[in-house]
């Protein structure tokens, strides 16, 4: 008892010691701590405000990983470690035939090269900028708030738009819905004051109007795109135009009516329909394979309703 006594006091005397020569360190923001540090890190145009500044020259150089690695001899004021946000961009010049559909503040989802595995990871980004000043080339800033631990021992990266190996979103076969949309087009469409509420007017049999109230699933050039089960509407209703004097009554038919594939995502605990582009996928299968590039509608991290027919467009979702 007396050797183990002895022990106790020795651990705290040496405790007392190291308490004696640790002292701790504030940083002015929180974040990942990364050794990281190639001195890049306050230069001109790699903020994320400067880089539209960014020239063809520095986007394309390539920075040499393993120089800047730890291991390096540092003196006393060095720099030996940084804090690093979740927030951080990829900066990048693309032929214009790859940005076909891109638009600012739009998620697209690309794949990144990974320099620690070698491999393309599929990661969805916000566009931030879109420059399209150029004919050949587009500037294009991406925004991501997540993964940033995969990538932040790398200053470049490789893009691509879609996957050599066919890596994708997968979702089983009973996820995938087949819904009926009115084609309207947007001339007889009505908007309330507010532009937050629309209408269909429809002429009744006894010369009175009726105004149905929609929720507009998507715009797409001159038409509006309507749920089907959504909204009381039916072939041969005829619809008033916003401007009588430019335009004339519509009739619906069944040329009005499209059919689109695409699954339920729960936005708030509300499902909500997101069209999606097969590719050629057969529903056959018990699972599909959903491109990325050919589906910026569906993001990283979504949830899916797995059985697509438990479920209507704005239903709640537990």
């Known amino acids: 008892m007396a050797i183990r006594g002895d022990l106790n006091r020795q651990n705290e005397l040496i405790d007392a010691q190291m308490d004696m020569s640790l002292s701790n360190i504030y940083a002015e923001r929180g974040g990942i701590m990364s050794p990281f540090i190639d001195g890049f890190e306050n230069l001109e145009n790699f903020n994320p ?3 539209p500044n960014l020239s063809r020259e520095q986007i394309v150089m390539t920075l040499d ?3 800047s690695m730890p291991g390096r001899e540092v003196q006393e004021g060095d720099e030996i470690f940084k804090i690093v946000g979740n927030t951080w961009f990829v900066a990048t010049w693309m032929p214009a035939e790859m940005t076909i559909g891109f638009a600012t503040n739009t998620y697209r989802t690309i794949f990144l090269e990974n320099i620690a595995t070698g491999q393309f990871e599929p990661i969805t980004m916000r566009i931030h900028r879109f420059d399209t000043y150029l ?3 587009h500037f294009v800033i991406f925004r991501s ?3 940033v631990i995969d990538f932040m021992e790398q200053r470049n ?3 691509r738009l879609a996957d050599s190996v066919q890596n994708g979103f997968i979702v089983p076969s009973t996820a995938i819905a087949r819904r009926r949309l009115f084609r309207i087009p947007l001339t ?4 309330s004051e507010d532009d937050e509420n629309y209408y269909l007017i429809r002429l009744r049999d006894d010369g009175g109007i009726q105004p149905i109230r929609v929720e507009i699933h998507e715009r797409r050039g001159t038409h509006a795109y309507i749920l089907e089960d959504m909204v009381s509407l039916f072939t041969n209703d005829m619809l008033l135009p916003f401007d009588q004097n430019v335009h004339t009554n519509h009739t619906v038919s069944d040329m ?3 059919s689109k594939y695409g699954v339920y995502t729960t936005t708030l605990n509300y499902a909500d329909f997101r069209e999606v582009d097969l590719d050629g996928e057969s529903l056959l299968n018990p699972q599909i394979l959903l491109n990325p590039a050919r589906n910026p ?6 949830n899916i309703v797995a059985d697509a027919s438990m479920v209507r467009q704005g239903q709640v979702v537990r």
């Open 256 to 258: 009005d009516i499209v």
């Open 145 to 147: 708030t997540g993964n």
């Open 49 to 51: 405000l400067d880089m």
């Open 65 to 67: 990983r393993d120089v």
């Open 188 to 191: 007889h469409v009505h908007d």
């Open 297 to 302: 509608n569906i993001r990283q991290f979504e």
């Open 157 to 159: 990266v490789n893009i």
């Open 135 to 137: 004919p050949n080339y």
